[in-house]
Every structure is written in structure tokens, then in C-alpha cells.
């Protein structure tokens, strides 16, 4: 198993343009979340699904969209960039609600 | 709400003394508690995990961490430090409930290793 990989592993934007994140896991999981990982802050949750077609928001979703059309694709859509998004990004996913989570190694992104 | 406090955003130990990290957390219910450590430039990988079990749990590369229910914490420590333990770690947890259990991080802990 590949476990939950992310692409890119580093990206550069300009201030205004969007794009994807992707992330995917061939565990077969369930729930699958999008953290960013900020210096000082921890890692908080931006978006999350508990099964394909269902998503919801976390608790930084704002400038963020996502959709989970199957069980192993969830990607993360940056609309609008800004240099507020520079971040750390991670995938993660896991088989029960309440289980351990399988983190992805990383997109880093820089908006400038 | 649930919330996760580390105490200590850099901790650091000779190789072979103890480690010690500190964790408290916040929540209306018993949640599940986990630690987690990342190498430089990559993911977080678990160490343990609690899960309403037994109280003293143990984990990956010796470490180990205590559920106080009475104190609210989750303390992590190792008795002998190496240097391949210099990383950060974050404890984290997940109250559940009937919605999704979201994960709650602490802010981490830098754990330096000295000769």
C-alpha cells in the first residue's frame, strides 16, 4: 500500500490565481481531512468527508473548496490565492471516526 | 469544545536522561488522545494512541504516555532519550461524538537532543 500520497510536494503561486491539491489513499478509509500546519499553531482542520459525495467544513474553511466524488480522491481547491495560505498542507484519512489518522507527506506552498 | 495544550514549545534533553512532554486537554467528553511525531520535512506519523482502555499506554520507540482523568493530561515520556528522538511532537484529540470526530491538535513541542 502507498498509503495516503499528496501532489505536489512543493508549489509557488502568485496572489490571485487558484489551484489543486491533490491527495489520495488506496486504504480504502472513509474519512479523509485537509489540515494546514502553521509555526506555533498545530495543524487545524480546513475541510473534511465522511464518505464520498459528503464534505463539510472545518474550522479554517474560508478561501477553500472540496469535493470527494470517490473513496479515494480528495482533493483541495484554493480559489483565489493569498499570502494568508502560505501553509504546510496535509491529507490525512482514517477508517473510523474516532480512529487514528493516516497523514500524507506534506504540500508546501508559498503565495506571494 | 474540545482543546489540546502543550506545555513547552521546545523541550530539550541530554542523549539518555528522560523525556518528558506535556499534554492537557479540554473536552465535555472523554475523548481518544493520541500522540503524534514529525521528522523535519515530512508527515506525522502516530506513536500511540488512547482509546479508553488502559490508562498507561505504550507506543513506538519506547515511548509512553498515562491518561489522568483526574488531572486531564497525557503526558508523554520516554526513560532514555536518543538523538534519532529530536522531531516535534504534537498530542492530539478527538472528542467524538455523534458527528465526525475531529481531531483537535496542541501547538507541539520541539524536542532537541544533545550529545
Known amino acids: 500500500n502507498a498509503g495516503v500520497t499528496q501532489t505536489p510536494k512543493f508549489q509557488v503561486l502568485k496572489t490571485g490565481q487558484s489551484m489543486t491539491l491533490q491527495c489520495a489513499q488506496d486504504m480504502n478509509h472513509e474519512y479523509m481531512s485537509w489540515y494546514r500546519q502553521d509555526p506555533g499553531m498545530g495543524l487545524r482542520l480546513i475541510h473534511y468527508?465522511?464518505?464520498?459525495?459528503?464534505?463539510d467544513q472545518g474550522e479554517v474553511p474560508n478561501g477553500y473548496n472540496v469535493s470527494r466524488s470517490t473513496t479515494e480522491d480528495f482533493p483541495l481547491r484554493l480559489l483565489s490565492a493569498a499570502p494568508s495560505q502560505t501553509s504546510v498542507y496535509f491529507c490525512?484519512?482514517?477508517?473510523?471516526?474516532?480512529?487514528?489518522?493516516?497523514f500524507g507527506p506534506g504540500t508546501r506552498l508559498t503565495v506571494t | 469544545a474540545q482543546s489540546v495544550t502543550q506545555l513547552g514549545s521546545h523541550v530539550s534533553v541530554s542523549e539518555g536522561a528522560l523525556v518528558l512532554l506535556r499534554c492537557n486537554y479540554s473536552s465535555s467528553v472523554p475523548p481518544y488522545l493520541f500522540w503524534y511525531v514529525q521528522y523535519p520535512n515530512q508527515g506525522l506519523q502516530l506513536l500511540l494512541k488512547y482509546t479508553s482502555a488502559a490508562t498507561l499506554v505504550k507506543g513506538i520507540n519506547g515511548f509512553e504516555a498515562e491518561f489522568k482523568k483526574s488531572e486531564t493530561s497525557f503526558h508523554l515520556t520516554k526513560p532514555s532519550a536518543h538523538m534519532s528522538d529530536a522531531a516535534e511532537y504534537f498530542c492530539a484529540a478527538n472528542a467524538g461524538g455523534t458527528s465526525y470526530g475531529k481531531l483537535t491538535f496542541g501547538q507541539g513541542t520541539i524536542l532537541t537532543v544533545h550529545p
Open positions: 490525512a484519512s482514517s477508517t473510523t471516526r474516532r480512529g487514528e489518522q493516516y
Open positions: 468527508s465522511v464518505g464520498a459525495g459528503i464534505t
